[in-house]
């Protein structure tokens, strides 16, 4: 029996668990920091240093909490803000320093491919897309087809957003720049979508809020609907408060407060491009892909971040 333990320190989500010899992934630890490794990076280009400690302190916790646990592979999987960032290749060679975890940065099909993995693991991928969120980049993967759009949370946050709560205007730049990189990004039109599956912290988060859940319980999460009206709505509540009262909206983790309405903003669009009138939140994501492919040695460790 294979303990395999997956970090992605973008947002420091952990997911440790056990796989049977005949392949049930069963999930042992979860935790979610919101370490926000990207702010900053759409203005300098550069990792801020600020952000580069925090996310080190929380992975270094979790590599002692994996050590603990007795893992017998771990890997921390870094995406679109260390890939982006010209001091990316650095950072990740601190994480290894630092922590004693391998790291590797994921090219845009590896991030895609394991994502992908990690939705339709318990469900038919026939006729779905599955779409991640993320800080600065947003994935689209279907079998046969995946794009990354440098749309992002935090990335159109800060590039949107300025005032607090955010005016009508920006809200309207931000979705406009979203619907552009959508309609550029080439999704093949006879692509058969018959459902959308969103996976990250704006999908989950949506459906805590809609559930009103005090207490975050995944069994719930997983595979809540999400309809149209019921995101319009939760973007024109969410959008309308400061900061300071959306950190205190039930279902809604105080941390990803200021990015949450960007996060429903793109979700709307993505939901607009395939003509579709809902989407299914998932937890199922690129940390249980990656947890999957570590068990079966699919992603073979590298001993140097890459």
């Given amino acids: 029996m294979i303990q395999p333990a997956a970090i992605a320190p973008s947002t420091c989500a ?12 069963t999930e042992r630890v979860r935790r979610s920091v919101v370490t926000r490794l990207g702010d900053g990076l759409e203005a300098g280009g550069r990792l801020r240093p600020d952000a580069r400690e925090r996310v080190l302190g929380v992975v270094e916790d979790y590599a002692a909490t994996i050590a603990q646990e007795g893992a017998e592979r771990a890997l921390a999987v870094m995406t679109s803000a260390v890939r982006d960032a ?20 994921l090219s845009g099909d590896e991030e895609a491919g394991l994502t992908f993995a990690g939705a339709t693991a318990a469900r038919s991928a026939e006729g779905l897309v599955v779409v991640d969120i993320g800080g600065g980049s947003t994935e689209l993967v279907a079998a046969g087809f995946h794009t990354s759009l440098q749309v992002g949370v935090v990335r159109h946050g800060e590039r949107h957003l300025h005032d607090d709560p955010p005016a009508a205007a920006q809200l309207a730049a931000l979705a406009a720049d979203v619907r552009a990189a959508l309609e550029a990004a080439a999704v093949p039109p006879a692509l058969p979508v018959r459902e959308l ?16 859940l005090e207490v975050y319980d995944t069994t719930r999460i997983e595979g809540h609907v999400l309809g149209r009206p019921v995101l319009e ?11 300071a009262e959306r950190r205190a909206v039930a279902g809604l983790h105080p941390d990803r407060a200021p990015v949450i309405v960007p996060g429903i903003l793109i979700l709307l669009e993505v939901l607009a491009a395939f003509g579709l ?9 690129i940390l249980h892909g990656v947890a999957r492919a570590l068990a ?11």
């Fill in 197 to 212: 599956v969103a996976v990250a912290g704006t999908a989950t988060s949506c459906a805590a809020i809609d559930l009103e």
């Fill in 86 to 105: 010209a001091d990316g290749r650095g950072f990740a060679a601190e994480l290894r320093d630092r922590t004693g975890l391998d790291g590797r940065i």
């Fill in 277 to 285: 009138d809902a989407v299914v939140a998932s937890d199922r994501d």
């Fill in 233 to 243: 709505a939760l973007r024109d509540r969410l959008a309308a408060m400061p900061l």
């Fill in 296 to 306: 079966s040695a699919e992603i073979p460790r590298t001993g140097e971040p890459n």
């Fill in 14 to 25: 952990t997911t440790y668990g056990s796989t049977s010899p005949a392949g049930k992934l």
